[in-house]
């Protein structure tokens, strides 16, 4: 099967080819460096995004900004966004702390990007 990309690891943009027989990665063309390489195989085999949304914080109606603290698998995402819509934090929050562990048994950590005092 070919799959054309394009590659969002950089402003470059570089349009990539890859042929993938349904267990691996054979052929990769139109990258520019070994990240785009690396986002092609990985976008191909196992797909992963950074989740940013908001939580509740108790005591207010302003929301708190958080993100995964790493790309979760690309399957994983509606699930995860589900545990994060029901989550309610208690101030003091800073930017760094761990809102939820471990989101969905994912291994990913939903960490505040914000301060909330």
């Given at each position: 099967?070919?799959?054309?990309?394009?590659?969002?690891?950089?402003?470059?943009?570089?349009?990539?080819?890859?042929?993938?027989?349904?267990?691996?990665?054979?052929?990769?063309?139109?990258?520019?460096?070994?990240?785009?390489?690396?986002?092609?195989?990985?976008?191909?085999?196992?797909?992963?995004?950074?989740?940013?949304?908001?939580?509740?914080?108790?005591?207010?109606?302003?929301?708190?900004?958080?993100?995964?603290?790493?790309p979760?698998?690309?399957?994983?995402?509606?699930?995860?966004?589900?545990?994060?819509?029901?989550?309610?934090?208690?101030?003091?929050?800073?930017?760094?702390d761990?809102?939820?562990?471990?989101?969905?048994?994912?291994?990913?950590?939903?960490?505040?990007?914000?301060?909330?005092?």
């Amino acid at each position: 099967m070919k799959y054309e990309l394009t590659c969002i690891n950089c402003p470059m943009g570089c349009r990539i080819t890859a042929d993938y027989d349904g267990k691996e990665v054979t052929n990769i063309q139109g990258f520019t460096c070994a990240r785009g390489k690396a986002y092609a195989q990985t976008e191909i085999t196992d797909p992963t995004r950074m989740v940013t949304a908001l939580v509740g914080v108790e005591g207010t109606h302003v929301p708190l900004s958080v993100k995964t603290q790493t790309p979760i698998r690309k399957p994983l995402i509606f699930d995860a966004l589900s545990e994060i819509r029901k989550t309610v934090v208690v101030p003091p929050v800073h930017i760094g702390d761990v809102v939820i562990s471990d989101v969905c048994g994912s291994g990913v950590n939903v960490i505040a990007t914000e301060n909330i005092e």
